[in-house]
């Protein structure tokens, strides 16, 4: 069974950092595009950066640009999400997801196969 995990939300205050975590497993993933969206009450699921299965190129929201990071560790399965710089309005469920190479870059959700099942991001001001 493929199953992605996500971790590492909490409260922060604003200005704080968290570093998210999302650990695959069932299969490999060292060759999919991952990518990370997150969702507040009341709005659509939004994407917020991804990596390439190669981990050459980023792709970033404009909203998170210079403050969110994206790595992967293919050998471990596992791709990080490091936020820096947090702001009441990046409170959020955030859900690591998978795509096959051909949705790098890609902003939307239906590009994408596989979810984690959300990690809990609230950022106090």
């Known amino acids: 069974q493929v199953r992605l995990v996500d971790s590492g939300g909490g409260l922060v205050q604003a200005g704080g950092s968290l570093r998210l975590s999302c650990a695959a497993s069932?299969?490999?993933?060292?060759?999919?595009?991952m990518g990370w969206f997150r969702q507040a009450p009341a709005k659509e699921r939004e994407f917020v950066i991804a990596i390439s299965w190669s981990g050459d190129t980023t792709y970033y929201a404009d909203s998170v640009k210079g403050r969110f990071t994206i790595s992967r560790d293919n050998a471990k399965n596992t791709v990080y999400l490091q936020m820096n710089n947090l702001e009441p309005e990046d409170t959020a469920v955030y859900y690591c997801?998978?795509?096959?190479?051909?949705?790098?870059?890609?902003?939307?959700?239906?590009?994408?196969?596989?979810w984690g099942q959300g990690t809990q991001v609230t950022v106090s001001s």
């Open positions: 069932g299969r490999t993933f060292s060759r999919d595009t």
């Open positions: 997801a998978a795509g096959p190479p051909s949705s790098s870059g890609s902003y939307y959700p239906a590009d994408y196969d596989y």
